[in-house]
Nanobody, 119 residues
Framework: QVQLVESGGGLVQPGGSLRLSCAAS????????MSWYRQAPGKERELVAA???????SYADSVKGRSTISRDNAKNTVSLQMNILKPEDTAVYYC?????????????WGQGTQVTVSS
């Protein structure tokens, strides 16, 4: 079955770094766009960064210049390196896989990993 398993979250001090990873299985990873979303308490889920099946990347303004998303199609993994972390980066981070096939959308979500930025 389809699985997206995130890892790498935790407690980090402001200014620190974290690397989130997502291991995918159960679908053809290379055909999917992969993204990281986050949801802070009381807020809507928001897109943080995305990488297309072709390797193009995009970032939310809030993390641009501080984060790098990358994918490894050989290992079926997608990672998010986050630097210069701020308290406002505190959220549950979710891995997302998405593909459009004709008019049909295929989408999968991980269970999330908590990132807390605090001194």
């Amino acid at each position: 079955q389809v699985q997206l398993v995130e890892s790498g979250g935790g407690l980090v001090q402001p200014g620190g770094s974290l690397r989130l990873s997502c291991a995918a299985s159960g679908f053809t990873f290379s055909k999917y766009a992969m993204s990281w979303y986050r949801q802070a308490p009381g807020k809507e889920r928001e897109l943080v960064a995305a990488v297309t099946s072709g390797g193009s990347t995009s970032y939310a303004d809030s993390v641009k210049g501080r984060s790098t998303i990358s994918r490894d199609n050989a290992k079926n993994t997608v990672s998010l390196q986050m630097n210069i972390l701020k308290p406002e980066d505190t959220a549950v981070y979710y891995c997302n896989a998405e593909m459009f096939w004709g008019l049909r959308k295929y989408e999968y979500w991980g269970q999330g990993t908590q990132v807390t930025v605090s001194s």
